[in-house]
């Protein structure tokens, strides 16, 4: 099995920045990756279900953040716990993509939420794929609209 070097580490967290970044957006050259962790800047009125591990997250200076977690919960809880808290902050907002197919068009809907939170003008899209029946991939895009 092959050694993982510190250097190998470092050359994947630029690939992985790069990846997520375009070289034409000035931004892009303060994006934080961070390994298990969330930014400074998360919303305080965006509530972790119960069970929640962070994998990480991503973080441009305009307030965009993507965030990875998995949940001990089944995916449909988890939806059912967001829908109800961000219902109390926000407001729940039409699914804006649009897949190639019904049963992709069906699936989309069963896994994804959108907010607009008030306070703070940010869109939040809620992804709760099921990594087994009690495991869930949760996924928070939040994008300021300001």
């Known amino acids: 099995m092959q050694q993982i070097t510190d250097e ?8 992985t920045l790069r990846l997520l970044t375009s070289s034409l957006d000035e931004s892009s050259q ?5 390994v298990g962790q969330l930014p400074e800047g998360f919303p305080k009125e ?15 200076p305009l307030g965009n953040i993507k965030a990875i ?8 809880e988890v939806l059912t716990f967001y829908r109800q808290a961000l219902a109390e902050v926000g407001k729940e907002l039409g699914i804006a993509a649009v897949p190639r197919s019904r049963e992709l068009l ?6 994804n939420l959108r907010f607009r939170l008030n306070q703070s003008w940010k869109d939040v899209i809620v992804t ?9 991939d949760l996924r928070l895009n939040i994008h300021s609209q300001i």
């Open 46 to 60: 965006i509530p972790l279900p119960p069970g929640t591990n962070v994998i990480g997250s991503f973080f441009l």
């Open 128 to 136: 709760a794929a099921p990594l087994s029946s009690d495991l869930t």
């Open 30 to 34: 303060h994006a934080q990756l961070l």
């Open 106 to 111: 069906q699936r989309w809907h069963d896994i």
């Open 8 to 15: 190998d580490v470092a050359k994947l967290y630029t690939l």
């Open 69 to 76: 977690f998995e949940v001990a919960m089944p995916s449909h």
